[in-house]
C-alpha cells in the first residue's frame, strides 16, 4: 500500500512523495490521517539547520510528529482504541505529516465529537507546553510572565491561566500579539516597541513574578537578564522563583549571587513515556508513582480544547494540502511575522 508523506533531505528541501506504507507492528494502530500540524519551533529549526549544513548524500527523512484521523486497523494489543475511532497522535516513530500513519498505542488519544481533526493535531505542542507549565509548579494567584508567543508560548501562557496564574506575554510580531489576544491572553507587551521590564513589574506589583516561562529559541541571555529583574527578590536581595526553559533558547547563567536563589528548569517534551519505545509500545509507568505521563498531558489537552477552555483555532493562521509542505516550511521561515500554525490537509 502507498502513502503520500512529508520528507525532508539532507539539504534541507522539503517536499512530499509517495511511498510504502510501512507493515503494521505490534502494539500499533493505522490512522488515517485528515490533519498534521507543523511545529515552527523544532522542526523549522531543524530545515534551518539542514540548509545551513548541507549534506547532499544524506538519504531523505521523514517529516513531523503530530497529526489526528481516524483509526482503520490495530495490530496487538489496543490499549481501548477501537477501529472508527477519531484520534490524535504524536510521536516521531510515526505520527509523520501523512495521509497514513502507523503509531504506537500510547502515543494515540481518543477525540470527541466536538473536537475537530484540525484542532486535534495541536494535542502534541499542547502536551509540551503543559509540561512546561507542570515544571513551573504553577499556584492559584501566582504572577508570570511566558517569553514568546508561538505556538508553545501562547499554550503555555493559556495553560498557566487555566492553572490559577496572572499571566503576561513578551512578544515581537504583531500578528502573534493579536492571536494571543484572541486566545484569552489580554496582557502582552511587545519588547521591541516598549520596555517589557517596566511593564511586567507594575503589571505584578506589588509582589513581582513567581515564574517565567521561556518559549524561544536562539541565544536568550539577554532575555534572562530582563526576566531576573522583574523576578520577586527576597528580605536578604536574593532573587527567588522558577523560570522555565521550553524552547530551544540557549541561556549563559552565572552562579552564585549572580543568579540568585532561582530555580532555573528545563521543560523538555511532552512528558514521562516520551521516547521510551516500551512505554509508547503499551508499557505503563505506574499511575502513583509517575502521575502525567505524555499520554495524560495529551488526554488533558484534548479535554480542555473539548471544553473550550484551550483555544487553538485562532493560531491557525493556514490551512494546506500536504503536497504543499514545501510552501509551508518556507513560509514558516521566511514570514514569521505571518504564518505560525500551519495545518497540513490530507488527500486518500
Known sequence: MKRLEAVITGTGEVMARKAELPELKKNEVRIKVD????????????????????????????FGYANAG??????????????????????????????????PVNMVVPIPDNVAFPQAAYACLGATSLQAVRRADIKLG???????????????????RINGARVIGWEAFESRITIAKQCGIENIVNFRSADPVAISKEFATPYCMDFAIMAFGGPATEAFNSVKECMKVSQDGHIMGNVVLVGG????????AHTGNLNIKIASRTGPGYKDLEYEYGKDYPNAFVQFTTQRNLREI????????????PMTTHTMPLEDVG??????????????????????
Open 70 to 103: 481516524e483509526i482503520i486497523e490495530i495490530a496487538g494489543e489496543h490499549k481501548g482504541l477501537e477501529v472508527g475511532m477519531r484520534v490524535a497522535a504524536m510521536g516521531g516513530v510515526g505520527a509523520h505529516h501523512a495521509n497514513y500513519a502507523n503509531v
Open 249 to 256: 533558547c540557549l541561556v549563559e547563567v552565572g552562579g552564585g
Open 302 to 313: 484534548i479535554t480542555l480544547i473539548s471544553e473550550q477552555r484551550l483555544l487553538v483555532d
Open 142 to 160: 501566582e504572577y508570570g510572565m511566558v517569553l514568546g508567543q508561538g505556538i508553545v508560548g501562547n499554550l503555555a501562557a493559556q495553560l498557566s
Open 327 to 348: 510552501k509551508a516550511a518556507d513560509l514558516l521561515i521566511e514570514h514569521p511575522d505571518q504564518a505560525m500554525g500551519i495545518v497540513l490537509k490530507m488527500s486518500h
Open 35 to 62: 490533519s498534521s500540524l507543523i511545529s515552527p519551533g523544532t522542526e523549522i529549526a531543524g530545515v534551518k539547520n539542514k540548509r545551513e549544513n548541507p549534506d547532499p548524500k544524506a538519504e531523505p527523512g521523514v
